[in-house]
Nanobody
């Protein structure tokens, strides 16, 4: 049974940092691409970062590029999202998602950011950026 559990959210001041974790059980590393999404109140869920199945390629949307970093630790079965220089507009519920795919997130394609491309989701963790 594949399961994703996010943690690490919280309240942080603008300019601060947080590291989100996604504990992934039932994932065979090397076969699954992983993505981070977020959803602000009244807005659609948006993809912001992904890492391909080999772990060798990552992509980011422009709004977080240079501030967020996705990584994974296969020994700990965990995917991370390091978020620096946080802004109030980063406030959202953050979700990790995965799909068994050798294709997704290899190239900077719109498919990387479509929620429908991913089969498994965590329940999310709240990030609030406010002074």
């Amino acid at each position: 049974q594949l399961q994703l559990v996010e943690s690490g959210g919280g309240l942080v001041q603008p300019g601060g940092s947080l590291r989100l974790s996604c504990a992934a059980s039932g994932v065979t590393w090397g076969y699954y691409a992983m993505g981070w999404f977020r959803q602000a109140p009244g807005k659609e869920r948006e993809g912001i970062s992904c890492i391909n199945s080999s772990g060798g390629t990552t992509h980011y949307v422009d709004s977080v590029k240079g501030r967020f970093t996705i990584s994974r630790d296969t020994a700990l079965n965990t995917v991370y999202l390091q978020m620096n220089s946080l802004k109030p507009e980063d406030t959202a519920v953050y979700y990790c998602a995965t799909i068994r795919s050798f294709k997704l997130c290899n190239l900077p394609e719109p498919e990387n950011w479509r929620p429908a491309e991913y089969d498994y989701w965590g329940s999310g963790t709240q990030v609030t950026v406010s002074s």
